[in-house]
């Protein structure tokens, strides 16, 4: 998934001192939707996401649980401070799915 942040340096170093200590509330929510891992790497004010999902995992569901989580509306409104989002993006869509274009193991 990809995303972009703010382009201001100072923005960016607080976005990733954040994200040094997410709350542990945001970490149970992730983990309770499905996802086993997460990893978000930055450059510039580009950001790129890999996440690791259980079999069962939907993005609907995930939207669901955290339209009903008050930490995780905390959070995605104090993120918003910092991101920006892509040209492309629809109303309400922040992250958004990158296509694989290459796979180095099925060459």
């Given at each position: 998934m990809a995303l972009d942040l703010i382009n201001d340096p100072?923005?960016?170093?607080?976005?990733?001192?954040?994200?040094?200590?997410?709350?542990?509330?945001?970490?149970?929510?992730?983990?309770?939707?499905?996802?086993?891992?997460?990893?978000?790497?930055?450059?510039?004010?580009r950001l790129f996401m890999i996440m690791e999902v259980k079999e069962d995992f939907s993005f609907?569901?995930?939207?669901?649980?955290?339209?009903?989580?008050?930490y995780v509306i905390k959070w995605e409104e104090l993120m918003s401070t910092y991101?920006?989002?892509?040209?492309?993006?629809e109303p309400g869509e922040k992250w958004l799915l990158m296509e694989k274009v290459f796979d180095l193991k099925i060459q």
């Open positions: 100072l923005l960016i170093d607080q976005y990733i001192e954040y994200h040094k200590a997410v709350w542990p509330e945001i970490i149970e929510s992730i983990k309770e939707s499905g996802i086993h891992d997460m990893q978000i790497f930055n450059v510039a004010d609907e569901k995930k939207n669901k649980m955290d339209r009903q989580n008050p991101q920006k989002k892509l040209p492309i993006a």
